[in-house]
């Protein structure tokens, strides 16, 4: 099954189940680990709780609001919904999180698979630097790769980053793209599709110096 062909409820049942597992795992935080840098660049683990907060809690009047104040730059925008929910008492976003996983709210020309990915990459743009165990969700991931290596989207990535690599992910059945082959485990590959050079080493292939060097610049 393609990804554009995956049933709707299925993608909104990943999210949801995601959502609750972060929400459970930003409460088991200390300040310290809250305070450590995530792989998320200039975002510590603080303001991803808050930007996946802000994402449950979106809707076109938020985004529009906060494009307006961000004179039109996605990137201000977001940073913006991160800054304003991480600034929340730890509870209160963890509240939120469990409140509105089940939201259905997608931005336009995105689709619900967006904000399944986003979760899926903010938990282990988590996860990954503090050193915990990572769950493993192959359906999900599955989903997630196949929407960003198939049709590249902005949010996430970008089609000269993947061009002429070959992406496989052997423990969640996933392979695509066309060339030199970067291959790892399904959520490493993923990371690393949405710009995550932290897990670089983690990947193998004949394709990976050369993708190495489309995100680190080198």
């Known amino acids: 099954m393609s990804a554009s062909a995956v049933p709707t409820e299925v993608v909104l049942a990943v999210s949801a189940r995601h959502r609750r597992g972060f929400a459970d795992l930003v409460e088991s935080l200390d300040a310290g680990q809250l305070a450590s840098p995530s792989l998320c660049s200039e975002w510590d683990v603080r303001t991803v709780a808050g930007h996946t907060a802000s994402v449950v809690t979106m809707n076109l009047g938020t985004v529009l609001a906060d494009m307006v104040a961000a004179r039109g730059d996605i990137d201000r925008a977001i940073d913006r919904g991160a800054a304003r929910l991480a600034a929340r008492p ?100 993923l990371l690393a599709a949405c710009g995550r050079p932290a897990v670089l080493e983690r990947l193998a292939g004949d394709g990976v110096a050369t993708f190495a060097g489309r995100l680190t610049g080198c």
């Not at 980053?161 to 399904?186: E, N, P, S």
């Open 90 to 189: 730890v509870p209160e976003i963890v509240a939120t999180l469990r409140e509105h996983a089940d939201s259905r709210f997608a931005i336009p020309g995105v689709g619900l698979r967006g904000p399944m990915t986003d979760i899926l990459v903010h938990t282990a743009d988590v996860t990954v630097p503090l050193g915990l165990p990572r769950e493993s969700d192959p359906e999900g991931l599955r989903i997630a790769l196949e929407f960003v290596v198939g049709q590249h989207p902005s949010a996430f990535t970008s089609r000269d980053r993947l061009a002429g690599l070959r992406f496989v992910a052997d423990d969640v059945g996933f392979a695509g793209g066309d060339g030199a082959t970067v291959q790892g485990d399904g959520i490493d590959v």
